[in-house]
């Protein structure tokens, strides 16, 4: 196992907090104004009113056209809690889900979080047996000052084995275990072993080229096949990212404008 712990002794088994993805595209005849407005009343109760929901954010895709939201909650509890804080009708005026990536434990999929992950059509990513960093949080500020998001889907390249990979993961997550900024590198798999959801969370561009300097890249490139990355931060970070984030072929999610809820 990587450096793994919880942010919270409140969890009852210390285990890692479950994480939730998704992208949404703005529905004809609605506003980015009011697609952020519907996000940010969300937010600003969640933080009010549940513990357990350690942030939701949101960026958008340079044209304005899609937002990728990223949240992180204790318990599937804390995850339910929340939608009643969301007012579904003004959302599904501006919104149109699109794509959800979740991010747990096996057992985690059950009872009424499990069916909402069927019913929504979710991707499953099971973090069993994998490992990686989770590092207790300091209190964070709302975006644009946040720390930043980038989330992976991968698959093996050919010829290497799943446990290859996870091999790479592993040195991957030691390493960034050694960066003081880096809080967040979780792996985890779909049911079928073919595909890998790769969470980070760190606080600064030099956390992340500092972590790059210590990564076997050739071995990376090796074993893994980048099908997906996008990345969640503010404009000043995406400009002290350099070229990195285009050679990377990242999808960039800007929080400038938005409202956020931080508090892990």
Request: charged share 25%.
């Amino acid at each position: 196992m990587g450096n793994l712990c919880s942010m919270d002794a409140s969890v009852p088994d210390r285990r890692t907090p479950m994480v939730l993805c998704m992208t949404e595209n703005l529905n004809p005849g609605a506003t980015k104004t009011d697609a952020i407005a519907v996000e940010g009343k969300k937010c600003k109760a969640i933080g009010e009113n549940i513990k357990g929901f350690r942030r939701t954010t949101s960026g958008w895709s340079e044209d304005g056209k899609k937002v990728f939201v990223f949240e992180v909650f204790d318990t599937a509890e804390a995850m339910l809690q929340g939608m009643q804080y969301v007012d579904m009708p003004e959302l599904q005026r501006c919104l149109s889900f699109d794509t959800f990536w979740c991010q747990c434990a096996q057992d985690q999929f059950v009872g009424e979080w499990g069916d909402m992950v069927k019913n929504f059509g979710m991707n499953a990513f099971s973090i069993d047996g994998v490992g990686g960093l989770d590092t207790d949080l300091t209190p964070l500020l709302d975006p644009p000052s946040g720390p930043m998001v980038c989330v992976a889907i991968q698959s093996p390249n050919p010829g290497i084995t799943q446990k290859e990979m996870m091999a790479v993961h592993k040195k991957n997550s030691d390493a960034a275990a050694t960066c003081a900024g880096y809080k967040r590198q979780m792996g985890s798999w779909n049911a079928e072993g073919t595909k890998c959801l790769i969470v980070e969370i760190f606080d600064k561009p030099e956390t992340y080229f500092e972590w790059v300097g210590k990564v076997e890249m050739p071995e990376v490139m090796r074993c893994i096949k980048m099908e997906k990355v996008m990345l969640q931060c503010s404009s000043a970070q995406l400009k002290a990212f350099g070229d990195m984030p285009k050679n990377f072929g990242m999808e960039i999610f800007l929080t400038d404008g938005t409202t956020g809820h931080n508090s892990m």
